[in-house]
């Protein structure tokens, strides 16, 4: 597995309302070259590296949230991801 982080080359309204940029932080498996997980947040920290570890090893409905997440996904209404 390798993770790396680049700046993304858009600016967007971050949560608190605030207009700013955010980094691409993915995690590659080397051996396959497939992306288990990835993510769009404002500067990469250490706890977004174990974010990412923790998603990639866990089925999606098994996560905390996934039946809302889902539910809303479908739904005519703006689905916005709890982190």
Known sequence: MEIDSTPFDMVVRLDNGV????????????ATCSVTAA???P?????DASFLLA?????APMRPGWAE????????GTWRPRH
């Not at 500067?43 to 706890?47: A, E, I, N, S």
């Open 19 to 30: 207009v700013g940029r955010v980094d691409l932080t993915g995690l590659v498996d080397a």
């Open 39 to 41: 993510v769009l947040r």
């Open 43 to 47: 500067p990469t920290t250490l706890v």
């Open 55 to 59: 998603r990639s090893v866990t089925l």
């Open 69 to 76: 997440a889902l539910r809303l996904e479908r739904s005519t």
